[in-house]
């Protein structure tokens, strides 16, 4: 493939810079167009000259005035004129479709979300094979009757939500705890592929309380730890003044 060739200046349409701006007095608001920014060779004969747009609602936006004219005249066309966004212009938000816009902890009731057919964390549920030992474990662990389970990427991408979220070893809670959960009898081990890094609480003194939780998390309601009892207070006993007389 040929480089692309540079395109020659044209000093008819660089000096056409009054007719630029004389073509944007008639769509832009009076004192808001600024100074000349310079222009732009866009083809032979064609190019753009921009300025500045003084309006308090586009700042960083541009004038653009394409302008063009005919082989061997000296005649200068405007051919469109537009506001553009420049460096540090205010944009609108890039568009989302509304199928993608539901966000996690948007969903409420009566709310469904759209079903995405190639989802990467799902894959094929397993068949009945007619064993019935077979059978019976791959219903627990591998998902029988249903059509899609998580695939190995939405189980490690799950994973690592929980991990790195407030039930995981890093949350303030479990920073401070005295013993992790693995070693608490509220925790319920997991059954499949992450019973070894997660289980669930079942304490309701705990913040984590039917929420999923790493080993290593923690809180302060561990089943075995305890806070250090006070000392006594000793209390003195009463003194009476039998000499004392009460008035009432």
């Known amino acids: 493939m040929a480089p692309a060739t540079a395109v020659r200046p044209d000093a008819t349409l660089r000096g056409a810079v009054d007719v630029a701006r004389e073509a944007l007095t008639g769509i832009a608001e009076p004192g808001t167009v600024g100074d000349h920014l310079g222009m732009e060779m866009v083809d032979e004969r064609l190019a753009t000259h921009y300025f500045a747009c003084d309006a308090a609602a586009y700042r960083g936006w541009r004038w653009a005035v394409s302008v063009a004219r005919v082989a061997r005249s000296k005649t200068v066309t405007v051919c469109e004129t537009d506001l553009v966004p420049g460096e540090g212009a205010l944009l609108s938000p890039e568009w989302l479709p509304y199928a993608s816009r539901l966000a996690p902890g948007d969903l409420g009731p009566g709310d469904v979300t759209p079903y995405v057919d190639a989802d990467p964390h799902l894959e094929a549920g397993w068949e009945a094979t007619g064993d019935e030992d077979v059978d019976a474990a791959a219903q627990w662990e591998l998902g029988l009757g249903r059509v899609r389970v998580l695939s190995a990427e939405g189980r490690e991408v799950a994973a690592q939500r929980w991990y790195d979220g407030d039930n995981g ?10 013993m992790p959960c693995s070693s ?21 003194w705990s913040p984590s309380d039917g929420k999923v939780v790493s080993l290593d998390h923690g809180c302060g309601a561990h089943s075995e730890a305890d806070v250090e009892a006070p000392p006594a207070e000793r209390v003195s006993a009463p003194i009476l003044d039998d000499n004392a007389l009460d008035v009432s």
């Open 184 to 204: 608490c009898g509220y925790f319920l081990p997991m059954a499949g592929a992450l019973r070894t890094v997660f289980g669930v609480c079942a304490n309701e």
């Open 169 to 178: 070893p890093a949350a303030p809670v479990a920073v401070k705890a005295p």
